[in-house]
C-alpha cells in the first residue's frame, strides 16, 4: 500500500461505526484510481474546438441568419397586403 492509502486505511479502520473491511477498501482505491485516471485524460483534452467543426458551425450560424432575414423580407412584404 502507499503511504496515502495507509493513512486513509488507518483513519478508515479507526472511526467509530465504520465497517470498512480490507476488500471493500480495496475496491474503493481501485475505483478511485480509475476515476483519477479518467479525470487526467479529460484534462489533458485541448479545450479549444477542432478547427472543422468550428467551421461547421459558422456555416450553421451564417445559414441561420440567412434565413432570420429571409423570413423578416417576406413578413415585411405579407404586411403590405
Given amino acids: ?34 476515476l483519477e485516471e479518467k479525470m487526467v485524460t479529460i484534462n489533458n483534452q485541448p479545450t479549444a474546438m477542432p478547427p472543422e467543426k468550428e467551421q461547421m458551425l459558422n456555416a450553421t450560424i451564417t445559414r441561420a441568419d440567412d434565413l432570420e432575414k429571409q423570413l423578416l423580407a417576406t413578413k415585411k412584404v405579407n404586411s403590405l397586403y
Fill in 1 to 34: 500500500m502507499s503511504e496515502c492509502v495507509h493513512v486513509v486505511w488507518c483513519v478508515c479502520i479507526n472511526l467509530p461505526g465504520t465497517a470498512l473491511s480490507r476488500a471493500e477498501f480495496s475496491t474503493v482505491m481501485k475505483r478511485m484510481a480509475e
